[in-house]
């Protein structure tokens, strides 16, 4: 099992019991998973990013130390986040989306890995400087991530590549 963001805390425990300890050190409210009622309840939904927020610690850093405990190679989120994409403009395009975004994501590399685009957009959104955007990079067009910023009141655009079809970019802002 390849241990990512999204694995259920109790697989993980499942497949690697030894880091049962260095769960429950790392967010100690966790201490309960001993009783097996709740690990099989609370871990099945709780993820390892849920487990990060818990213990008040970065997610990848979770998942990197966990991922190093059972001998799996650390993800790198570098390589999806500020890629350069060549953005085309036209006319009908919104004012708001001149310039060059702060924040650029892969994506589609990021569904690849296991991980969530989610996660790491709203935690870059939170660094968002003002009058500036992110612009997610997929293959695909995002529908859960668009229903996901307009329920945060996010201003969103969306648009296909005109040279490219197969490249989606959403602007959020």
């Known amino acids: 099992m390849e ?4 694995s259920k805390l109790f697989d993980v425990l ?11 050190n790392i ?3 966790f201490q309960n998973l001993k009783n097996p009622v709740l690990r099989r309840t609370v871990g099945k939904i709780a993820t390892l990013e849920k487990v990060a ?9 979770l998942v990197n130390t966990l991922r190093r405990a059972v001998g799996q190679i650390e993800l790198t989120g570098e390589a999806a986040v500020n890629l350069t994409v060549e953005i085309p403009r036209v006319a009908d395009d ?8 702060q924040f ?8 690849q890995r296991g991980e969530v685009p989610l996660g790491h957009i709203n935690e870059l959104l939170g ?3 003002t009058g500036r955007y992110l612009l997610l990079v997929t293959n695909f067009e995002p529908t859960p991530i ?9 201003r969103i655009f969306h648009k296909i590549h005109p040279t490219d079809t197969q490249q989606h970019l959403t602007f959020i802002q």
């Open 3 to 6: 241990i990512t963001l999204q």
């Open 14 to 24: 499942e497949t690697y019991p030894e880091l049962e300890a260095q769960i429950i």
């Open 27 to 29: 967010a100690p409210p």
């Open 53 to 61: 927020q818990v213990g008040g610690m970065d997610a990848g850093k």
């Open 94 to 101: 919104p004012a708001w989306i001149a310039g060059e975004p």
């Open 104 to 111: 650029t994501v892969n994506g589609t590399e990021l569904l």
């Open 127 to 129: 660094q968002l400087e």
């Open 146 to 154: 668009l229903d996901a910023m307009q329920k945060q009141n996010r």
